[in-house]
Nanobody, 119 residues
Framework: VQLVESGGGLVQAGGSLRLSCVASGNTFSIVAMGWYRQAPGKQRELVAVMPGGGGITNYADSVKGRFSISRDNAKNTMYLQMNSLKPEDTAVYYC?????????????WGKGTLVTVSS
């Protein structure tokens, strides 16, 4: 599976951005998908995740009520709508999918897109 993120950039605090992640390849084996982020000097952390077949989504406490994860199956695209952005949301955001097949569970990652929130 290949993943390509887009939509990052510089935004003022309180603003919004929408990230996109286009998946290609063996997408029918995806069992979960989500967004992670890594701020400078910090470990990568989960932002939002959803099952591959749709259903209940989970969010980090720090983004609940502000971020929303969604998908468009027809376009093989996952989105992260980010509203009311804060400077602490500044990070590289990564798209992740988990697949399951004959070789078991495999994680795939995009290269990331930088989000910078100015105060």
């Amino acid at each position: 599976v290949q993943l390509v993120e887009s939509g990052g950039g510089l935004v003022q605090a309180g603003g919004s951005l929408r990230l996109s992640c286009v998946a290609s390849g063996n997408t029918f084996s995806i069992v979960a998908m989500g967004w992670y982020r890594q701020a400078p000097g910090k470990q990568r952390e989960l932002v939002a995740v959803m099952p591959g077949g749709g259903g209940i989504t989970n969010y980090a406490d720090s983004v609940k009520g502000r971020f929303s994860i969604s998908r468009d199956n027809a376009k093989n695209t996952m989105y992260l709508q980010m509203n009311s952005l804060k400077p602490e949301d500044t990070a590289v955001y990564y798209c992740n999918v988990e697949t399951y097949g004959l070789r078991g569970s495999i994680d795939y990652w995009g290269k990331g897109t930088l989000v910078t929130v100015s105060s």
